[in-house]
């Protein structure tokens, strides 16, 4: 398998656009996860997935973050309108299942760098 | 809430040992994670360690726990410049349904 693909890589935006940031997990992974990382606060989980369904999207920081996973392979984590300081890299993650030592780990893909001007 | 405290910066000489620590606030967490973020990539999982364990060896990695203190570490050893990243502690949260991670511990390795 590929791994997590997630793109785009880099997105230059103005404040006020809409920003789409898409992911792949691996095939047969039931766990999907939106994480955001910045200097400041690190690592902060956004929203995750169980089998496309979401169950905690209590680290979504405003109405503005939106994210959907409509089936196995796909998911969007959408900003609209965007603000400067959503400026982050975006990470997406999968898993097999969650905790554990073997197959309880998270797989990230290599980020989204959004830049909000 | 649960909460992972690490520091930020760590300077070595190649050759010498890392050592690497994490507190943590969730006495109940069954696993606790190493991850590796090499420059303009995702995490990776380093190692990890069951609760009712209190050292784990790999290689050059030796995790210790000391779940008293709720206190975690990381030794590297004969660190290398290969070994350059951030690394991340993690807990499982109360829940049971992510991880919670630090903010991260940049490892600079100088030859």
């Known amino acids: 398998d590929a791994g997590v693909i997630q793109s785009p890589r880099h997105e230059v935006t103005e404040m006020g656009q809409e920003v789409t940031l898409r992911c792949k997990p691996i095939?047969?992974?039931?766990?999907l996860f939106w994480y955001r990382q910045t200097m400041m606060r690190g690592l902060e989980l956004l929203i995750y997935?169980?089998?496309?369904?979401?169950?905690?999207d209590s680290g979504m920081p405003e109405d503005r973050f939106s994210a959907k996973m409509p089936n196995a392979s796909f998911s969007t984590l959408k900003i609209q309108p965007s603000e400067p300081r959503d400026s982050a890299v975006y990470f997406c993650?999968?898993?097999?299942?969650?905790?554990?030592?073997?197959?309880?780990?998270?797989?990230f893909g290599e980020g989204s760098r959004l830049t909000v001007l | 809430g649960e909460d992972v405290e690490q520091s930020l910066f760590l300077s070595v000489r190649e050759g010498d040992s890392s050592v690497i620590n994490c507190t943590y606030t969730?006495?109940?967490?069954?696993?606790l994670y190493w991850y590796k973020q090499e420059p303009g990539a995702g995490l990776q999982l380093l190692t990890y360690?069951?609760?009712?364990?209190d050292m784990k060896q790999d290689q050059r990695l030796t995790v210790l726990l000391n779940k008293k203190d709720k206190h975690l570490s990381l030794r590297i050893a004969d660190t290398q410049t290969g070994d350059s990243a951030i690394y991340f502690c993690?807990?499982?949260?109360?829940?049971?349904?992510?991880?919670?991670f630090g903010k991260g511990t940049t490892l600079s390795v100088s030859s």
């Open positions: 993650a999968s898993s097999l299942f969650l905790g554990g030592g073997n197959g309880g780990e998270l797989f």
């Open positions: 095939s047969g992974h039931d766990y």
């Open positions: 997935f169980n089998n496309n369904v979401p169950i905690d």
């Open positions: 969730d006495s109940s967490s069954t696993y």
């Open positions: 360690i069951f609760s009712n364990m």
């Open positions: 993690a807990e499982i949260n109360q829940a049971g349904t992510a991880l919670i």
